[in-house]
């Protein structure tokens, strides 16, 4: 393999969750300190939840491996079972015997949980991928949390699961669970390409990488293709690892990503365009054509001549380009008005004083414009 072509000794992005691979992203510090809270306080129900590959197993093996050896430990991590099936592997994973019903089952763990509690030790039970609990079992979880004392609870019960768990204890036949839930926290993938880059330098530190392997290129486009998933990550660099190892590579490229990214079909999708629809039309096109017209005329309604010989008319179909004057209209030049003077004028204002300007009307007649008052005096 290329183990030896990259100067390591072992393999940095297998899929498997070993836990001395772990990387602590801030989200996965909370965690920590949830679970660590809930389990030494006590608190009973904790749930956990996490998109897919962001390393929600790899986690709950690393806080199973440094809990105290006085601390017992069940873990379920497949949870299509049916209850009889999951009080068998509950019975088994605490080492209740001499059971045949569940009433002695219950009876029994009663009896453990009680002894270890009153030693002042701790009984963690921790079920994995638990979005796929049926209703029915997640119920009987709800009732193991009954096993208490009267000042703390003799069973601590850690659910993880994808972001569909979330939606499961929303299930109104589940809200008396829901209700318990003393403590949650999430699993976030990694938000940048920093974060990524530290990611994969810390796996490979650990298998004993002593150089650069990956250029900043890469990783950017390793980032872009896999949104910061964990897993994603791994599989992404394993194989581009393998490729640059056939091809001599010691550098792993952005082409190389690339490549890889082309046949997992993980390549980054252009963000989407939001059609929007086209602004409503205010004039319909005859009379868009005909402000056209006008506006190709030689005067612009305030006297003021325009020469539009150098504006063209917008490249539309709705515009019709009409010109301004007919080819086959013939002007002729027109004589001017004979001007008017004041002498020449029959009428002049100045003659008559304010009164005889505007003489009032007599009731029923009209005054000297004509206007009828109606019989009224003016």
């Avoid at 965690?31 to 306080?41: D, P, Q, R």
């Avoid at 994973?93 to 569940?102: G, S």
């Avoid at 393998?242 to 490549?259: H, P, T, W, Y």
Wanted: with cysteine; proline share 6%.
């Amino acid at each position: 393999m290329y183990i030896e072509f990259y100067g390591l000794k072992e393999l940095p992005f297998a899929l498997t969750p070993d836990p001395r691979f772990i990387y602590f992203t801030p989200s996965h510090t909370e965690v920590m300190a949830n679970l660590h809270y809930g389990i030494e306080s006590g608190k009973g129900l904790i749930v956990v939840t996490g998109e897919v590959g962001t390393g929600k197993t790899t986690m709950l093996r690393w806080v199973m491996q440094r809990l105290d050896r006085a601390v017992m430990v069940a873990y379920i991590f497949n949870p299509r079972l049916s209850v009889t099936e999951f009080y068998q592997h509950l019975a088994t994973l605490f080492d209740v015997r001499n059971w045949e019903t569940k009433s002695d089952l219950l009876f029994e763990l009663g009896k453990v949980l009680d002894s270890r509690h009153s030693r002042g030790l701790r009984t963690v039970l921790i079920v994995d991928e638990a979005h796929g609990l049926s209703t029915q079992v997640l119920e009987e979880i709800r009732l193991l949390c009954n096993f208490e004392s009267d000042t703390a609870k003799q069973l601590q019960i850690v659910l993880t699961g994808q972001p569909e768990l979330r939606e499961v204890l929303n299930n109104p036949e589940l809200r008396q669970l829901k209700q318990r839930v003393a403590l949650r926290c999430e699993i976030k993938a990694l938000p940048t390409v920093e974060e990524t880059s530290q990611y994969i330098k810390s796996r490979l530190k650990v298998a004993g990488a002593y150089r650069e392997i990956f250029s900043p290129g890469a990783i950017d486009y390793i980032f872009r293709c896999t949104s910061g998933i964990p897993r994603a990550i791994n599989n992404v660099c394993d194989n581009a690892m393998l490729n640059c190892f056939a091809k001599g590579d010691s550098v792993i490229s952005r082409a190389m990503i690339q490549e890889v990214a082309e046949i997992f079909d993980i390549l980054p999708r252009a963000p989407k365009v939001e059609e929007r629809e086209s602004p409503a039309r205010v004039f319909p096109a005859a009379s868009r054509a005909e402000l056209w017209s006008l506006g190709n005329g030689n005067g612009n309604g305030n006297g003021n001549s325009i020469d539009h010989s150098q504006k063209a008319a917008p490249e539309s179909e709705e515009f019709v380009r009409i010109p301004a004057y007919p080819d086959d209209i013939t002007f002729t030049e027109r004589a001017p008005l004979p001007e008017t003077t004041a002498a020449t004028s029959s009428f002049s204002f100045d003659k008559f004083s304010a009164t005889e300007k505007y003489p009032a009307a007599q009731p029923g007649g009209a005054d000297v414009f004509g206007r009828n008052n109606n019989g009224q005096s003016l």
